[in-house]
């Protein structure tokens, strides 16, 4: 069982004492594009508190590699989930997704990989769909151990045997998700809220 929890919970990355209000992201440069907001700011660590299983904890780095890629880095204990995220005018696109030994990216390189989801697309609004994800509510209410957020944006992710909620909030990006899976006849239902967010 301990190892069909720690399949489910990779595959759930797959798809974080100084706190941090929001800010603007990337620190250098100006904020041109509401897309960015959904990043947490360059070089922060968030802690996320999980529960229905032992990987539902983890820990979430964010670089910024320029304005338009980031580098998140998610460390549950079991497994280091190492993405990329391109930020485009449109979208933000999930462009690398590799577990362990990464340790820096070509960004001419970065260019040129295809996009292996979409994570989130303009415009923001209720209704909102792509590949098996639609966005639900823009205004929702999240409570969480770091505070309680207004204003949260709501994406439900339907496939065969599991339904992903994600909520994001602008000036932090993901905040929780909850993971309803099914194995066999019985429903596990595994979250990770945001506890604590550091600088470096």
């Not at 299983?53 to 320029?66: G, P, V």
């Not at 697309?121 to 957020?149: H, L, N, R």
Request: with cysteine.
């Amino acid at each position: 069982m301990r190892y069909f929890f720690l399949l489910c919970t990779v595959l759930f990355l797959a798809s974080c004492t100084n706190d941090l209000p929001p800010s603007e992201n990337p620190p250098a440069e100006d904020q041109a594009n509401e897309l960015q907001l959904f990043f947490k700011e360059d070089g922060s660590t968030a802690f996320f508190e999980g529960e229905g299983n032992e990987f539902a904890s983890y820990t979430e780095q964010t670089f910024w590699l320029n304005s338009n890629y980031v580098h998140v880095r998610v460390d549950n204990g079991g497994a280091i989930m190492n993405k990329v995220y391109r930020i485009t005018n449109e979208a933000i696109e999930l462009v690398f997704r590799e577990v362990e030994g990464v340790a820096q990216f070509d960004l001419a390189a970065l260019d040129t990989y295809p996009v292996l989801a979409t994570i989130l697309k303009v415009p923001i609004e209720v209704g909102q769909s792509e590949d098996k994800w639609t966005i639900t509510a823009i205004d929702a209410q999240v409570d969480t151990p770091y505070k309680m957020f207004d204003n949260a944006i709501i994406i439900i992710t339907e496939d065969e045997n599991s339904t992903e909620t994600n909520y994001y909030i602008r000036g932090y990006g993901l905040v929780k998700s909850v993971t309803e899976m099914m194995n066999g006849d019985e429903v596990y239902t595994v979250s990770s809220t945001l506890r604590q967010l550091k600088m470096e």
